[in-house]
């Protein structure tokens, strides 16, 4: 029979068949420093390389709805809504996701994944703007990433 | 001919073809809060959905190799190396992703989104550990993602 | 509170989960006008890249299940099935694209998405025999892609 | 030794070692017919579902850098550029996608399938607005889908 | 009308819309065969690569989810559950892949693509302790991968 | 600073930047064990779910172009060429597939990723035809997954 040799090791998704179908709803947020300069630009839309919040949108959504990939012992979900959002404030961005689903697991990674995305895109449209004439980062960095409300209800 | 009706939209990947193909070398860091009992649980390796170190460190591995998936303007790159490490803290665990490119262009958008996915990963392991009765996470946050270190040398 | 600075950005994956399980079908075609000779080749199968049709169906149908990666805001499905058809035309291929999903949306992207990816994998089988001298595409176009039919009905 | 009992269907990636590196680039157009009221809708930016053309330049960009995966026998590619545009008709949108890649195969099929995707987003964006009180769309349709320019030449 | 000019060549995802939602469970295996020394690294885990069997965990989860993908007449599924476990040989390994399932389609493809995943996997692993001086590979390879069973049971 | 906790765990992608460019050719093979009236049905390409060796040789292709997706520790590589290749046997298929590629790193992985993926396919796609009334599998199973060739030679 198989023996476990290492049983720490043994990752898996676990069984969620027995859990009852419920609605779910996950936000998550986070946020981007910036430059105020660069938060300018972004709120100006005069950012070379695009529109930066529209792609930062379309990031986050497309890459929430790929949790399954991404994190391995995620389930793969019907995910009934998708959405993100973003505040500008002086010295960066805040980025919001919010996922929906009617099932047996909660979405709360969905919508970190999604956030936390969105805000990467952020920062790779904005490269050449937050880069120091030696190409590091003195100020650009991505904090408070969480949950910041679980909902779990009947149908 | 075609009139850019909305040009701050006109998003795209830039073009690289004129750089010159030079060594390069970008390390992100990030850290994960958790409660103290959580880091002891992930030191002495008795996280029931599996080793969460390990589990972390493939993900945030095949994530960065995803980059140009995930992130809409990022060139898709033949990259050199990738790696993921660990630090525990007392409250939290501090990761590292160090991706290695020859080519045109800068891989610290690989190295961002490896160490996020890897902390993501870690997230997903402890989440039975992380959360209150509500089903809400008072503690766990996502902080500190920047880049540490880019090189850019003559091969 | 979140201030949506750019409303008209705010693109997202709409809620469906108020809609009813219904029995979803959606046919879509469309048609790749190539030159007499190449037709001939592809019925003759002497396409030296391969059998044209074969491969094109495979690439049209793993296609129409990538659907959610590939249009931003389509949910992600569990459909029932997909099939893809071909009709040789004197001067082109006509392809068909046929999806069924019981759920609570439609699937006439999944099929959209199937049928245009099976003609784009038509042209990249035949590229040699189409191109002229100079490298260029004189005939080859795709064209007349649409719905033919949605069907919506109680299970 | 290997017979092979149906060599027609002998489909494979073609070997383009023996190439030189050259720069390649290739740009592709093709034009969605929609009502002239939902181009009245895209044009003043008031789609519900979001900005229709920046969502289908993502969308465009994201594909056309996964032409590897959709169309079986295309090379991966490390692609230097890929943009996305549209021009915006009485009755429709134009959109195009170029291209442009140092090495030995051209990126004909990555520019078809950009542009074919932008569209099809379009047409994902818009769907409420042509469908008819049966749910079809008498009107919707992709067509003039080409490679309108390749270049190669020496780097 | 279409005229299937080559019938056989139809290969389609078959229509499951008229089956039960049942209770599924797969659970396939099979065999690496390798070097004795081999084994004995992997056991005490010394493989310069990383953990072999925690990585190849993780890949045969990940391989799992994405079965849809790879074997293009796969449904795409909302799978319940999957885990990966392993039993060391005195010459080999042997893996074996679990899921589950509550819906209209058996799950063995998608337990056969977890245990292929993870054995390849280990051949990555161990790639530099398994070639011989010619870069070969003379003891290395993968058998007997089976259903080893199948469940269906009412909800 | 980073204290490897647990050293073994440190999966990576190594680096192969220091390797020279050079012209690699792996072929790897493998059987699929079957009924004999199974080979039948595929030699006379009457199995209902459709072409099953054209189906195999487009999905092995497109696996084999996937390999970094799918093995952790696998680079990403623009490969030169892919085929797939069978030979009916008596009582089953044997699969090859041949990857070419000019570079750092040998594409064994690739051609055991295609091999395999094709064999499976092979299996999906007779599934009706090869289980008992039971529903389980008596007589398929995979064997002999190797790598017949290694070949690496200046360019």
Wanted: proline content about 2%; charged content about 30%; aromatic content about 4%.
């Amino acid at each position: 029979m198989f023996t476990h040799i290492d049983d720490s090791g043994r990752a898996r998704v676990v069984d969620v068949s027995g859990k009852d179908d419920v609605v779910r709803i996950a936000r998550a947020e986070g946020v981007i420093y910036l430059k105020e300069s660069t938060v300018d630009a972004i709120r100006e839309n005069r950012v070379a390389k695009g529109n930066v919040l529209n792609t930062a949108t379309v990031a986050g959504i497309l890459a929430a709805k790929k949790t399954s990939e991404l994190i391995p012992m995620c389930h793969p979900l019907q995910i009934s809504s998708v959405s993100v959002d973003f505040e500008l404030l002086e010295n960066g961005v805040r980025a919001a996701c919010e996922v929906k689903y009617v099932g047996k697991t909660g979405v709360e990674m969905e919508a970190l994944v999604g956030v936390t995305t969105a805000l990467l895109t952020v920062w790779d449209m904005v490269k050449s703007l937050e880069k120091d004439e030696g190409g590091q980062y003195p100020v650009t960095r991505i904090s408070d990433v969480r949950v910041v409300e679980k909902v779990k209800r009947e149908k």
